[in-house]
């Protein structure tokens, strides 16, 4: 028996019209959010992440263990993967979970379907047809054990305590092209220290750019008409989608009550996260957009894989940011800037 196993919905509906055949599917965006090496503590990270209760939390657990189930089996497992990002941090997961359960035989086979951007980084969509998961069958391919074992590597630096460009056992700039690439990823979500002031994380910059004091739904922010609507539309949108936006404003009100960055009002509550609320930078928080963070706990907890950004009990932040020598590393000093 073979058991066909994908993280992309599109792929997963191209195998079933195409080969009629039944296909376990785990649908879950890692480039956001937390993840973990223990496939049951990974499970509950991500329902947590998004929130997920009652009917919603148990679906995402099924879909999961039928996976993890088939990892554990003697069973041929074919994995279905693009060369999305998204689907080749999975991949490197379920390498891992297989090596996991089966450390004697950790088979598994691949097929690598669909167009993705040249780097890699897309929301989840691409476009493969019915024809190609019939010829994909048959060009599926065996992972050898030192490839398994390499990408469950992979995964554990991912998933691990400190963030992938971080100097603590070694130097950053050592990392593999590929850890590289996902490193810089990851540091756009930690703040940052511009010589002795500390301020805030690439993306929230983003978001902070395109608000002011009149009120706006996260669709306004994300159609800003500037260079940071643009990058938020064009690039972090193409990654992470809109629905980490509204979250992350919402993190951002809701951090640290009257003395929060932002305050919100319900809006249209019966639609979509993008609609249901409205925000506008209070005094506080316009002091950041100006002049930076007066401490790394002003910002909201924010988890990225297997550490936390914004965390001052692990206070990571990024050194030399956009610069070929970018890294992360713990505030050593508290970095602040004058707000006068």
């Known amino acids: 028996m073979t058991i066909h196993v994908t993280t992309n919905e599109d792929i997963r509906r191209a195998i079933q019209r195409g080969l009629r055949l039944p296909v376990r599917l785990v649908r879950d965006n890692v480039l956001e959010g937390p993840c973990a090496s223990d496939p049951e503590d990974h499970c509950e990270r991500r329902c947590d992440y998004w929130n997920l209760r009652g009917r919603e939390r148990t679906q995402f657990r099924s879909r999961f263990h039928d996976v993890i189930d088939a990892l554990k089996s003697r069973q041929r497992i074919v994995v279905w993967t693009s060369g999305l990002w998204s689907d080749r941090l999975m991949l490197w997961a379920l390498c891992a979970w297989r090596l996991r359960y089966r450390p004697e035989h950790p088979d598994l086979d691949i097929v690598v379907l669909g167009d993705a951007p040249e780097d890699g980084f897309g929301y989840g969509f691409v476009h493969v047809k019915p024809a190609d998961a019939r010829r994909g069958l048959d060009d599926a391919r065996a992972l050898s054990r030192t490839r398994v074992q390499h990408m469950a590597r992979s995964w554990r630096k991912v998933s691990g305590r400190s963030p992938v460009l971080s100097t603590e056992g ?171």
Do not use: N
Not at 188 to 199: H, M, N, Y
Not at 247 to 260: D, K, N, V
Not at 322 to 333: D, K, N, P, V, Y
């Open 170 to 340: 070694g130097r950053a700039g050592r990392v593999r092209k590929d850890l590289a690439e996902l490193g810089t990823h990851q540091a756009a979500f930690f703040p940052r220290v511009d010589g002795s002031a500390l301020t805030l994380s690439w993306v929230d910059e983003l978001l902070f750019a395109c608000l002011d004091k009149d009120w706006s739904t996260p669709v306004d922010v994300f159609m800003h008409r500037s260079s940071a609507g643009e990058e938020l539309r064009t690039g972090w949108g193409m990654r992470i989608g809109d629905c980490f936006l509204a979250m992350r404003l919402r993190q951002w009100a809701e951090h640290r009550g009257a003395e929060a960055a932002l305050e919100s009002v319900p809006y249209r509550t019966d639609r979509p996260p993008m609609l249901e609320a409205r925000y506008r930078l209070t005094a506080v928080g316009d002091k950041i957009k100006r002049h930076g963070l007066a401490e790394i706990a002003q910002g909201p907890p924010l988890p990225v894989w297997g550490v936390t950004a914004y965390d001052p009990r692990a206070p990571w932040v990024v050194m030399d940011y956009g610069t070929a020598h970018q890294r992360i590393q713990r505030l050593e000093a508290p970095a602040t800037k004058d707000a006068e």
